[in-house]
Each structure stands twice: as C-alpha cells, then as structure tokens.
C-alpha cells in the first residue's frame, strides 16, 4: 500500500530534524531520547523496579517491569533499538510497559553498554549475561523458567536473535521464543535498502554510520555475531520459534523478511508479518501512529499464546 498518512506527517516533522550521522554521538543519543519521550505515552504498570547487574566489562542497569500481583509471570528479556549506539531504558519504557501489560508477562529491559565506547561484540555479551542472570534469578523474581523469551527491535531483535545463538552454543540458558521486531539480520544490499535508504526515516548513511560506531574491524561484516543470516543453517534449526515484524517502508524490511524465511526452511516455527505503510522505528511512536499501538497488542497476544501453550504442553 501507499505511504501511511499518519506516517507521512510523522515523516515531514522527522525530516527536519538534524540527520544522526551529521551529530556527536552525545547529541545523537539526547534528540533520539527526546523523539521517544515525545511520542509516546506511558501506561500505568503494577511495579517497575530497576537495578544494577554484572555485564562484561562493567555492570549495567536493567528494568524490571511485572504487570500483576500474580506470584509467577512468563518473562521476556528486551534489548531496546538505535544502532547499538544510541537508546536506553528511558527511550523504551512504553514500548516495555505496553508488552508487559498486554501479554502479562514480566518483562526485563536490558541497558547494555553502548557503541562506540563498548564495540562489538560487548552489547551481544552484556545481553547475553542478562538473560542468563533472568534464568538464574527466576524464582527471586517469579519468573517461570520455561517460559523464557526474547526480544528487541532493530538493533535490539539483532542481539535477540544472536542470544539465541549463543545460549546454544553455550549450553544455557533455555530460550523458549524469540520476538524480532523490523531486526538488523545482515550488512548485504537488498531491494527494500535501495527503495527506502532515504527519506523514510532511517536512512543508508545513518546505518552506515550505525555500522562504523559499532563494529571493531572490516571482518566483523562477515561474522555471525553481528550479521545473524550468517548463522550455518544446521544452527539455525536450533533456534526457538520466532515472530518477526517488519515495516513495508523500511530499509530492513527485506532482511528482517530473508532472515523469517531463513528460520522457516531450517524448520522452524515462524509467525511473520509486514505493517503496510510503516516506517522503521514505529512501535516507538504510540501517539503520532495508532499501527504502533495495534502491532503491540498483536505482538503481545503471540507472546501470551505461545507461553500458554508451552505450559500447557509441560503439563
């Protein structure tokens, strides 16, 4: 379909703003905080608590949001978008509150450290520790250990997906689904990069720019670790099930959609679905689209299906 009106106006106010590649990195990180406080609105959440957990090379902060007084909750470990360079707790605390509440899981935001100070492949190893620290702390913090997923959204669903990886080559912890929302898969030219790469919000020289704050060395393109549709494909059937989202008017649409069909002929289960209209970002812009809002609640009721059955399953 067409450009989404909402998402058009959104585009003209967006498009005004000083590119992120053409900013200081402490710069980049205050407008991009500023732009998710502004558009988006807070719900209400039975606790929030934050606290301070050991990374990989210097402790990080994580949020913990639980939706009911219930004594064990499902979790969802979520490591939040910007190109590993910019974002935090702050610029993702709707988007978290909104997926506790709506799939009534526990859900533990993970502030992993940041490019360029942190490089690749820090942020994969502190998202890493964080969700083996879930797992470990499950009954302190009622989590039900089998019902343990995943998730983030562009940079973010790149560090999901990779934990996923690593939590099997490492033996643990048990990942039971993984929520991939428009995810960075891989550095190669698609058809929807060359169609969206400019004007549509995130743009080529923005990742570009993402990409060079980011990786340590040339080699790093060609490691899975940073480019998930690398993973060999007898790995990748090892992988739990998935749901990936994409956005029709994103650069990443393509390589979030080869990365679905990847994940599906290895056999695994695969829920994907494209928001016509979209733009890269959108699920961190409640107020000005309402697609963000209806793509929470569809991602959230996958989630809350998926851990009803797996305990009905283990029953």
């Known amino acids: 379909m067409s450009l989404h009106p909402q998402a058009k106006a959104l585009l003209e106010v967006l498009q005004s703003r000083t590119p992120i590649e053409q900013q200081s990195v402490s710069e980049a990180r205050e407008a991009y905080a500023k732009m998710c406080n502004y558009f988006n609105k807070r719900e209400e959440i039975y606790r929030v608590e934050d606290r301070q957990i050991k990374g990989f090379q210097q402790n990080i902060s994580i949020r913990i949001y639980t939706p009911t007084e219930k004594t064990i909750h499902p979790a969802l470990v979520y490591f939040h978008g910007g190109g590993w360079v910019i974002g935090d707790l702050e610029t993702h605390d709707a988007l978290c509150r909104s997926m506790a509440n709506e799939s009534e899981a526990i859900v533990v935001s993970v502030d992993y450290s940041l490019s360029p100070e942190y490089r690749f492949p820090v942020a994969i190893e502190d998202s890493y520790l964080a969700v083996k620290w879930t797992a470990e702390h499950a009954e302190e913090l009622g989590i039900d250990k089998t019902s343990l997923a995943v998730g983030g959204d562009s940079a973010g669903g790149n560090l999901a997906t990779v934990v996923c990886h690593l939590a099997n080559q490492r033996k ?115 107020e000005p689209l309402d697609d963000c809002k209806r793509a929470i609640k569809e991602a959230a009721q996958k989630l809350k299906t998926h851990f009803t059955e797996t305990i009905i399953s283990n029953k």
């Open 172 to 286: 643990g912890p048990s990942i039971s689904y993984q929520m991939l929302f428009y995810p960075s898969t891989g550095y190669g030219r698609t058809a929807s990069i060359d169609k969206y790469g400019q004007g549509y919000h995130l743009t080529n020289s923005t990742m570009k720019w993402f990409q060079q704050q980011y990786l340590t060395q040339p080699d790093d393109l060609l490691n899975p670790l940073a480019a998930p549709m690398l993973i060999s494909d007898s790995e990748t059937a090892l992988l739990p099930p998935a749901y990936v989202l994409t956005a029709e008017y994103d650069p990443l649409c393509d390589g979030g959609e080869m990365y679905a069909k990847k994940l599906e002929d290895a056999g695994v289960e695969v829920t994907y679905v494209c928001y016509p209209g979209m733009i890269h970002g959108f699920l961190t812009m409640s």
